[in-house]
């Protein structure tokens, strides 16, 4: 009984690296990634590229590790006593057992965490499409007033008014003050647009400040400003801060500029370069004028001849002219056809004589005297042919004639008992009789004696 206790209680008892590794598995499973914001210390950056230190605050602290991948990317330089955000998982180192964050993401606290505010706003607006260029309205190409949102003490108003008391010093402004950075900013920004939206006393409204940090322009990251800009009817300007900040309401506006003296060169038109514009159309439509009136005096001589032409005595000249021009044509058509008709009639009376009997009868006789002349020339051409071949032949023939051999001196012999021609001694016997033909004659012989070579 005894001995089966201890083996069941040996069975419970674990390593310490299994309980650590346990323990880790259950930290990492437990804890979704966490945001932690704390102050650097205890930096240590070994050989590897990895990166330990601790974060703290005034109550805690916790171990980290950035491994050198992301090390490598770190968007700042870390040192000790900074303040950072980090995104982290938690772990359990198993050598020490202590618990210690893997961190994934680290920026610099303050503007970081509002640097993080505004891409999440501005992912969630993009999505939303409050950036979207359908809505974006055209500004006006000559606005009959401006409306300027910002603060009535800024730099940014003093620019914008010395840009168009230059550029175009007709168009009235009118300023909508408000505050632009601090606490309630985003407020009264909004309740600026409203207020010249029901107004109604401007076509085109510039939305603008100076620069400064990101949390002094953070007014204009607020959703409420975004959507004020976006719902308001009249075409807005966004020009917050220098050329390099961007902030939300660039992006809802209608169009942004890169400073407030660009956005106002944007909205006003150049006064000299209108004067010039206006000179030259002034040049254009006294051209247009004088080509016009030449146009006119040219199409008045025209109705003065055409006038002139269409005169009754004048119609009557020239209808007399028409029918004697007629009269002519008809007479010269006559004489045309006649000998139309007179040439046709010779051709006919030529194909009448030529089809008579006579002349028929006249053709056909001379066709077979020809005839009767070819035959007899093919006639003769045929029998010289004939006896040419014929003598070729006799010659062929008289050529290879047994008789021509005998001629030359030769014989032939032939036993006579069969007739049999003898080509050699081994055909004939003792005692046969041979007949043998000379050229003139033959000998009868009889065979005494054979000799074969």
């Known amino acids: 009984m005894v001995d089966a206790l201890d083996n069941s209680v040996r069975r419970e008892v674990l390593s310490v690296s299994r309980l650590n590794r346990d323990a880790r598995e259950l ?28 974060l703290k605050d005034a109550q805690a602290q916790v171990s980290c590790a950035l491994f050198r991948n992301r090390a490598l990317r770190l968007p700042c330089r870390l040192e000790n006593g900074s303040q950072v955000l ?29 640097r993080r505010a505004f891409e999440e706003l501005k992912t969630r607006l993009s999505q939303e499409g409050l950036f979207d260029s359908d809505h974006k309205r055209a500004l006006p190409r000559l606005p009959r007033s401006i409306g300027v949102v910002t603060s009535p003490s800024g730099a940014a108003i003093r620019d914008v008014l010395t840009v168009l008391g230059r550029r175009f010093p007709a168009i009235p402004v009118i300023i909508y003050p408000t505050q632009v950075q601090g606490a309630g900013a985003a407020q009264q920004i909004v309740a600026a647009i409203g207020r010249a939206e029901r107004r ?57 500029a890169a400073t407030p003296s660009a956005a106002a060169e944007l909205l006003s038109p150049d006064q000299a370069e209108l004067a010039s514009r206006l000179r030259q159309l002034e040049v254009r439509l006294g051209r247009l004028l004088l080509q016009r009136l030449q146009r006119k005096a040219e199409q008045l001589e025209w109705l003065n001849r055409r006038m002139q032409q269409t005169h009754p005595g004048r119609r009557l000249q020239q209808r007399a002219q028409r029918l004697d021009e007629l009269e002519q044509r008809l007479g010269r058509a006559w004489q045309h056809r006649l000998a139309q008709r007179q040439s046709r009639l010779a051709a006919l009376a030529a194909r009448l004589r030529q089809r008579s009997p006579q002349q028929r009868l006249s053709h056909y006789r001379a066709r077979l005297a020809e005839l009767a002349q070819r ?10 042919l004939r006896r040419e071949k014929l003598s070729v032949l006799s010659r062929a023939l008289e050529t290879v004639s047994p008789l021509a051999t005998l001629q030359r001196g030769y014989s032939i012999t032939i036993r006579q008992q069969d007739a049999a021609i003898v080509y050699q001694a081994a055909q004939l016997e003792v005692g046969d009789t041979l007949e043998t ?16 070579s």
């Open 27 to 54: 930290l990492e499973s437990s804890f979704a990634r966490v945001w932690v914001q704390g102050e650097v210390s205890n930096l240590s950056r070994p050989a590897s590229g990895h990166l330990y230190f601790t």
């Open 200 to 256: 109604a006393e401007c076509d085109v409204l510039l939305l603008t400040r100076g620069g400064g940090s990101l949390e002094d322009l953070w007014p204009f990251n607020e959703e409420i400003v975004a959507r004020a800009v976006y719902a308001c009817s009249i075409p807005i300007v966004s020009a917050v801060g220098h050329e390099v900040d961007v902030v939300i309401s660039d992006f809802v506006a209608d169009q942004r």
């Open 375 to 384: 035959s007899k020339y093919c006639i003769n051409i045929q029998l010289s």
């Open 86 to 114: 980090v995104q982290a998982q938690v772990s359990l180192y198993e050598a020490r057992g202590n618990y210690q964050l893997i961190i994934n993401h680290l920026e610099e606290a303050g503007d970081g965490v509002l």
């Open 437 to 452: 033909r000379l050229a003139e004659g033959q000998i009868i012989s009889r065979v005494q004696e054979i000799k074969t």
